[in-house]
Nanobody, 115 residues
Framework: QVQLVESGGGLVQPGGSLRLSCAVS????????MRWYRQAPGKQRELVAS???????HYADPVKGRFTISRDNVKDTVFLQMNSLKVEDTAVYYC?????????WGQGTQVTVSS
């Protein structure tokens, strides 16, 4: 069974940085696409960033220039480097992996930006 485990969340002050990691296990295939979503209390889950197997990336407008998504295909791990964090970035961040028409979700990691 495929499992996704996120790590790296925590409490940080505005302007600070965090690096999230998502490790994929239970498959012999590399994922076609990996994504980071986030969900704040009372809000819809939103796509933050994505990266394909060939390295193409996409970023939501609110995080462009501040966040960077990357992946290690050998280790089946995706990262999200978050810089210049704002209070509005506070949310639970979820890793999402795609292989053909199948997808899996991690359990989420809390990111809290507060002074």
């Amino acid at each position: 069974q495929v499992q996704l485990v996120e790590s790296g969340g925590g409490l940080v002050q505005p302007g600070g940085s965090l690096r999230l990691s998502c490790a994929v296990s239970g498959t012999i295939f590399s994922m076609n696409e990996m994504r980071w979503y986030r969900q704040a209390p009372g809000k819809q889950r939103e796509l933050v960033a994505s990266i394909t197997s060939d390295g193409s990336t996409h970023y939501a407008d609110p995080v462009k220039g501040r966040f960077t998504i990357s992946r290690d295909n050998v280790k089946d791990t995706v990262f999200l480097q978050m810089n210049s964090l704002k209070v509005e970035d506070t949310a639970v961040y979820y890793c999402n992996a795609w292989l053909a028409s199948l997808s899996w979700w991690g359990q989420g990691t809390q990111v809290t930006v507060s002074s």
